[in-house]
């Protein structure tokens, strides 16, 4: 269920606006294969979001690795918080 959250918070979200119309349709073709009570995804996409809120691998990446791209990287996810 994690992995059907996030791929439709990733390939859905963009710009912080949430496809709602894109999104059902992925969630119902994936149900139509394999059970997902919707209990369980309703938990799944707050442990996401809440994941998504305390992650920082961004500053990992750029202290760490000394990588450039953290600003992009940084707001990139930080768009997924309002999806």
Request: include cysteine; charged fraction near 25%.
């Amino acid at each position: 269920m994690e992995e059907v959250a996030r791929t439709g918070q990733v390939q859905f979200g963009a710009g912080g606006v949430f496809g709602l119309d894109r999104r059902a349709a992925f969630t119902a073709g994936y149900r139509s294969v394999i059970s997902l009570p919707g209990t369980g995804v309703a938990d799944v996409v707050s442990r996401l979001w809440w994941m998504r809120l305390t992650d920082f691998w961004q500053l990992d990446f750029y202290l760490d690795r000394q990588d450039p791209t953290f600003g992009r990287l940084f707001l990139a996810d930080e768009e997924l918080l309002h999806c």
